[in-house]
C-alpha cells in the first residue's frame, strides 16, 4: 500500500483543516488506519485510528473531541477533520496502515507509512 497525505496548510488559531490520505496499491478496505504527527524537536506522537470498517475509532487525549478519523473504503481515502485547532497542534501529519489499529498508540503493528503533510496553526 502506498499512502500521501494532503491538505495540510497554514490555519488561525481556533481554526479547521480536513486532512485526506489517499492510498493505492493492495486493498485500501482491508487495513486499519491511523495518523500521526510530529513536531518540531519532539517525537512523532499517535493522533487517531480506525478500524477497516470504520466502526471503531481511538484518539489521543490532546485531540480528543477536536478531531474526527473517518474513511472512505471505495474511495481509498483516509480523512482528518481538525477543528479548534492550537498552536501547539503544528506538526507535519502522517497516515499510516496496519492490521491492529488498537495498538497503534504504541506503533505497533504498523504495516506502512505515508508521506506526511505539514500543518501550521499561528496564535
Known amino acids: 500500500v502506498q499512502l500521501q497525505a494532503s491538505g495540510g496548510g497554514l490555519v488561525q488559531a481556533g481554526g479547521s483543516l480536513r486532512l485526506s490520505c489517499a492510498a493505492s496499491?493492495?486493498?485500501?478496505?482491508?487495513?486499519?488506519m491511523g495518523w500521526f504527527r510530529q513536531a518540531p524537536g519532539k517525537e512523532r506522537e499517535f493522533v487517531a485510528s480506525?478500524?477497516?470498517?470504520?466502526?471503531?475509532?481511538y484518539y489521543a487525549d490532546s485531540v480528543k473531541g477536536r478531531f474526527t478519523i473517518s474513511r472512505d473504503n471505495p474511495k481509498k481515502t483516509l480523512y482528518l477533520q481538525m477543528d479548534s485547532l492550537k498552536p501547539e497542534d503544528t506538526a507535519v501529519y502522517s497516515c499510516?496502515?496496519?492490521?491492529?489499529?488498537?495498538?497503534?498508540?504504541?506503533?505497533?503493528?504498523?504495516?506502512?507509512w505515508g508521506k506526511g503533510t505539514l500543518v501550521t496553526v499561528s496564535s
Open positions: 480506525i478500524r477497516w470498517s470504520g466502526i471503531s475509532t
Open positions: 499510516a496502515a496496519g492490521a491492529d489499529s488498537s495498538r497503534f498508540a504504541r506503533e505497533y503493528g504498523i504495516d506502512y
Open positions: 496499491g493492495r486493498s485500501f478496505s482491508v487495513y486499519d
